[in-house]
């Protein structure tokens, strides 16, 4: 099989109509490595982890180029979140209907993935080496995705120069926006322990409801930063507060709460730990703490010039550099090398009835094979 632009549609079609709920596995992985094989590239597969966040499937596909030669990657996940409710197709029944291709993935992110194929059949192999990082679990945990999949580019010394990660990131026009970098997340669980009794003797009781109130106060007093050049100031957020009290007359045992902090790169995860665990138990709580990722900027430079360059010229427009949003793969992937996040637009992302524009998908493959070419040859 030949795979160009004009095809993307169908390399598309192909990759949502496999059901891919997070985490993915099996079927959308044989879809996609029937694409890439005819291409050059060697595919390797391999699952990682064990429950409750594994197994895990992910991809490796590696076409190298002359020795000595650059090396650019492609970077994304084949998972998509539940489609829910209310479509007025199948979600895993791809449909054309006028301009628009309908269906769970279209833009976050198989759309993106089919484009960034149809870019490397027009990288001639001389060009340089490509290679695909994809993971079939993005949505959900991400403990056994890009992470594995990073030990595994180390292991083969597979490490690419640049990486694009082809999220959806333009907002109302493809190209408006690029990612150079994201916030970090940080989940924590706090609890509180009293000790319960009746409500008519609070002396012989110790109300935990009562500490953990005074705890969340000061947490969501406390001071983080006003933003930076490049990021939007920290923010801490409650959201979660449990008791699980059944009676009315009950002063609880114990009181719990969930906090999360997405912040910028004057902090980093176990930083903020140590602040809110000290504020916990000062108050006599307890704190357990998830780090989903850290913050990371990739300063404008060389590279971002290279794809506003490429983008303007293909769709007339300069992107916004840009860190807001949430969190994607690129928090592990700029520990190989920078990263930016370049792809479709987000206005139907995790809705129903998500699709997107065939002139975007066309556009896509003619910007990611610009990219390439130019990154491959410096």
């Known amino acids: 099989m030949t795979t160009t632009a004009s095809s993307v549609v169908e390399l598309a079609e192909a990759l949502i109509a ?14 996609l490595q029937a694409q890439l094989e005819p291409l050059g590239f060697a595919v390797h597969r391999f699952h990682a982890g064990e429950a409750p966040d594994g197994p895990v499937e992910n991809l490796f596909a590696i076409r190298k180029g002359p020795e000595g ?80 999949l990073i030990k595994h580019m180390r292991a ?23 990612k150079i970098g994201r916030r970090g997340s940080t989940n924590l669980w706090l609890e509180v322990e009293g000790k319960e009794g009746h409500v008519a003797y609070p002396h012989l009781a110790d109300n935990p409801i009562t500490k953990l109130v005074h705890m969340l106060a000061e947490l969501k007093a406390m001071p983080l930063d006003d933003g930076t050049d490049w990021f939007q100031a920290s923010n801490l957020e409650i959201t979660d507060l449990t ?14 709460a969930r906090l999360s902090i997405r912040f ?17 138990e000062k108050h006599g709580g307890t704190v357990r703490q998830v780090v989903y990722g850290e913050a990371f900027l990739t300063p404008p430079g060389a590279f971002s010039q290279l794809i506003a360059d490429t983008v303007e010229a293909e769709v007339g427009l300069r992107p916004e550099a ?57």
């Open 18 to 31: 496999c059901p891919s709920v997070t985490p993915a596995a099996g079927l959308v992985f044989d879809c």
């Open 69 to 148: 030669s650059r090396h650019f990657g492609f970077a994304g996940h084949v998972d998509v979140v539940p489609p829910g409710e209310g479509w007025t197709i199948a979600p895993f029944a791809p449909e054309l209907r006028g301009n628009l291709l309908y269906g769970r993935g279209a833009v976050d992110m198989k759309g993106s993935i089919a484009a960034m194929v149809a870019a490397a059949a027009l990288v001639p192999t001389d060009a340089g080496t490509l290679s695909f990082i994809i993971t079939g679990d993005e949505e959900g945990p991400a403990t056994y995705g890009t992470q594995e």
């Open 156 to 178: 083969v010394q597979a490490i690419p120069d640049l990486i694009v990660v082809g999220e959806p990131t333009s907002v109302s026009r493809l190209g408006d926006m690029m």
């Open 243 to 256: 008791v699980g009290n059944p009676a009315t007359n009950v002063i609880p045992a114990r009181a719990s």
């Open 264 to 280: 910028n790169d004057q902090h980093t995860g176990v930083q903020l730990g140590e602040r809110v665990r000290t504020i916990a």
């Open 322 to 378: 840009s860190t807001t949003g949430g969190t994607s793969d690129a928090r592990f992937l700029k520990d190989l090398c920078p990263v930016i996040e370049f792809g479709l637009c987000n206005a139907t992302m995790h809705k129903r009835d998500e699709a997107v524009a065939v002139e975007d998908l066309e556009a896509l493959v003619r910007i990611y094979t610009r990219v390439a070419k130019a990154a491959l040859a410096g």
